[in-house]
């Protein structure tokens, strides 16, 4: 493979969190709640704290699909916010590619609900115009493993890059002298087991 | 990645039901009974509801095998039927390639049990002649998860899509807005956690 | 064991439908929803075949917590109906108590979502006055499994009597010389493997 | 404890094969067909080499449930064979008690399909009437392992004890030196890794 | 069963919280620990809620067990807090048993780590002093299921009742009067279902 | 895809048993063993009934690693059979690969224990001769499914296909015209679900 | 519950290892065998730093069986060495029980291969002569779960405590203080995770 | 294909072992404890044996990521050992890429915690600079299996091999006849399966 490894860039990367709304989230079976709704906060915490560009949509948050994560909403307040009016796929709502475009970013980091829809029609739309795609697998969810299963393979095999949170976030943040405390609380807030070896490890130094 | 993106076209799109027979889904354990009824139940009335041309297809009914879901006789009363007298391949079978290929759709739309055979062999047979393939998997059902495993990987190689009924049907309509409320009642009838979102807002927007 | 072997007795029980609402269907994680909305109905079919005196009740519908699965309301539609203004517990509700003691019964078979709250609180306290309970386990519902283990080991050990909804058809029945149409037809409609087996067996002996 | 420890004993044991019919077989998922098959035969062999009497039974035979599977009528070609006109209860069908009382015998080794019925009921009849029961889990099949749980649960409650075949087996025949042959065919037969464990020491042992 | 079903009381009730500590937090497999993490401080807000009184304790904790998590010292910051000098059973502690003794409570709501040694051990001396223990099975965590498996079915012998902190809370409160925000926000803060549903509906309601 | 959909064809066909040896199956761990051994022997079968040169080999079968499986023996009494005496990949072995090459036959239907190894290993080096490979993925085994899906993505990657033995019969077959009865008997002796089938459907037209 | 709480107690009980032979340890399947092999040698060693008298058995250790897993010779290589010449419930062999009895314990601790027959047979038989028996389930093994399940139940329902290796080992300490090196490092030998957290806290400690 | 096949080769290799730190390893829920940390030592004796350079590196050691496992530093006393100062993808650490570039070798088997980072970082860059990479997947672990997947999938993509330790060892030994005893004991010592065949094999031959 001589092709060059398409790297996180902090500086050239933009978060699309495509419909995670209340309703569509009562579908989402293929993560358990507590583990989902932490990736998620997880994955609006690590944007936040890159200060990555962010865009919302939703789809018909008015109906059932229900109203987005207001954690969301709170955290990124003067974000672009696509309510869409009906397109399903989100990059069929002009809006929504402006406002990407609007970013002069190249890779996009795409999470939403469910997998196989929110996430892989945008996901292939936006490959078929040479961005490079980065889903967030752990933050994405969908009816069930196997629907999950057949929704990676279609991204992968279109050329997505599918990755955690966690590993999005090691990778965009290159090197812990950047900032330990920083990423350090990140990880704390999102990883009980890191957050763990944290409470002893300060425990144990403090103590001395 | 600079081929375009394949996209499921209701103008372009033909249903191939392979060998949904009594006898052969009792074989199926990859699969919950329940939902994998519900499921091939689901992908015919998408089949209905978008007006795709539909074709169905047996092997050896008078057999072991079984005949056909009497639902799906009873959806498609005038579709192409072709019982085959032997051919385990159906693409093998002159009249169903046939009726395929009347249909002047380029798009095929398949499921049928078992994955690794009844849809595989005619998925690999159609790309050969520059079809395009999309197998509806939870539609679809074989002994085992290793043997969907391994059915799988031999048709994504050869360029089939993996996509489940709720993705294909998302895919085909593109926009709510073409029919709010026909998309709504295919996915209320075949999505209990959809439905149950939808009683609830019903019952609390009729309420007032 | 010299206790006799207390048996359903289609002329001394009636069924206890508890709180299958739309809100609460959305936290059921310990049955995959396409099999749980179907082993309720076969429950609720079930008590209508047998001509079971049927009593539902809900907790808060016109909260959260949603309204009761509409399919209930219409297959009971003389049943008391009691919407419970507070009670967790429904044994704790002086009219649901009434209700079941009108019917005269001694036999209680009851369902409901969540499991160990719902259905193991009035089946506590149903135990202690000496009611036969026997506790639908498929057409109850809760958060996870382990969830489950927790309450029925509780329920268990206070003397419940753990069925599923075919079994305790079975055990109502007695004998297929009552009704073999009736029986069978309750089993297709809801076992779809019961269904496959009546379909390639009645194709088989009509077509001589 | 003092109650002493009831072992199954081969002068005093029969064992009862309760509808392991071919239709009813395509129910069962708890188990995966190919371990189940085997299992249902070694019991039956099991039978066959402790000459334990040995009794078959059937419910509907010529209906979808199908016809028992006939390598168990060629293995006990002069069994008492009850084909139930009805009786959903094995106990309920008064030729079968017969059979089972004719014996003479006082522990029941029972297994049938599926389990929460065709085993369970007669299971909770015979302690009723002072048998001691020997439920074998493993030639005992039904819909899921939820359904199964809620069975042992009734029948442990009850008194049953729980086994599988080959302890069944181990208890009956006491000491290898009652036979070694024997009952090391019948594990080579019947527990692949066992027959490998042989093969490897029978071509060392050989050779020399 | 004649026995009063013993219920919850929430003016009968203390809630001891046993070794939640970083290192044998790091042991808990049984649960992932996003669940794990949310259910213990799930189970805190509870006691806090209800006003029980609380006793904290810790096995070890200046060694590699490490510290109490830090959310339990702060929502507890005037609890009885025993550092065990090196009882592995708690209930070996004097000042532990007078602490509970203190509160002049007879039933008891543990939870802890690991489940079969911090939880078993002081249940099972509780259960001989004729307290009524109560297990929060889905905050206590421990190795594998298999051990839990283990630990549970020796404490439900012994007379424990199994529960989850979702039911405890539903059995202390009794009736959604006593105070419907306050109940309903601790579910929200805990329960990623629930809080959907409940945000789907106050937008829905708040709309009008 | 332009390429042409590579089919098994009967004529151009030879089977490779790689290790089936009495001690490296009890390494298996990734298949039930009961299912295992039916797997095994039904490819066997296969390979018999249509005819096809089938090349036996076994690693040191005079170690640990035990003798072939006498079954296989059995079969195949005539086969090539090559004990290798030291090379772990079998196509290291001149003897081996002139037994293949002397068949004349382009696709290799292969299958051994263990996966990543026995299997893997020849199946690369013949990928690299441009010969077809058809890995029978249930009649190989190996530690593990991680270990299993690793060996299958190097396998996949290199050109491979993965097939189980109930696909590469039907491949094989092509229609069932050619042999009803034969075909039909290697899948009753090795698909309990399809015997039943036949059981049913035999006993019913039997009757007539 | 007023009887009282059978505590382990290192001066009245013995440990029991019952036929860990080469052979029968490939029955194995319920536990992987890493985990299944560090278990067995854990209880050792548990009983070695206990100093507990132990007896060790084996079943025709020079057929199939196989032999004794060596580590457990070299540890007790003065113990009571039974090889049974026959029977199959080692209670049945009057050395083995003149052994148990002359060392005067009334606390059986005992673990074996397989589970529901090496074990539950000399545990039922135990139980009968009123010893305390306490199964440490994670150091027996056996086919798969559900026959470990049926096992559980046998034993459970007629009075042996069900255990791991690591409940024990805290049961019989009963103090940190009694040893803390000792007991750490007989948990660091066999508990990954402890080992660890041990090599944090003392590379932290030794730091400073 | 006729690109050829990339095979391990013991002259040409180097192991390259990152981040198996103590705390780190407390993250690792894809693989159990106990067989995790046997692979790694597994890998580590690997490398050992064929006398493969190995280069151990860490991220942060004297922080919550903890101490490397002590048994690695001792195996490998002399190995170049780079503490990274902050680098999260070890290739972008000059010393490291230093030390492997120092080795003249181009074949990378890399191992470590946690897959998605720091495994797949680092390989995804020496992908790039045209060396080639062996995964050792068992030897490397993470947070769960989907996260897993998503690393194995990106990393596969990008032209790596994935393998087991045991996979590899077998490629770089390529014949028994190199060293018999030499592999059987690195086997016999990681592979409990393994070293019951060898017990057994050794018992029946010494025996004679």
């Known amino acids: 493979m001589s092709k060059p ?26 993560i358990e709640p507590d583990r ?10 690590m944007a936040k704290y890159f200060n990555l560009p962010t865009i919302l949509t ?12 207001p954690e969301l909403k709170e955290l990124f307040p003067d974000a672009p916010y696509i309510a869409r009016p009906g397109q399903i796929n989100a990059w069929d709502n002009e809006d929504f590619v402006k406002a990407v475009k609007a ?5 996009l980091i795409i999470a939403g609900v ?13 490959l078929e115009e040479e961005f490079d ?38 990778e965009l943040h290159r090197d812990w002298r950047n900032d330990v405390e920083g990423l350090g609380t990140l990880f704390s807030n999102h990883i009980p087991d890191y957050r763990n ?6 425990t144990l130094t403090n103590k001395q």
């Open 58 to 69: 939703t789809s018909f948050e008015n109906g059932p699909n229900g109203p987005l994560m």
């Open 5 to 30: 490894y398409v790297r996180l860039d902090k500086d050239n990367a933009v978060v699309l969190l495509v419909d995670h709304q209340a309703g569509l989230l009562s579908l989402v079976r293929d």
């Open 133 to 170: 795609v980065f889903v967030i697998t752990d933050a994405s969810g969908t009816f069930n493993a196997m629907t999950r299963d057949a929704a990676w393979d279609r991204m992968s095999n279109a050329g997505a890059q599918m990755m955690n949170w966690f590993g999005a976030a090691c």
């Open 36 to 45: 989902f709704k932490n990736n998620v906060l997880a994955l609006a915490d």
């Open 197 to 202: 070896l944290m409470n002893s490890y300060s």
């Open 114 to 126: 469910v997998t196989e829809v929110c996430v892989a029609f945008p996901a292939l739309s936006a």
């Open 103 to 107: 970013t002069g970013k190249k890779q």
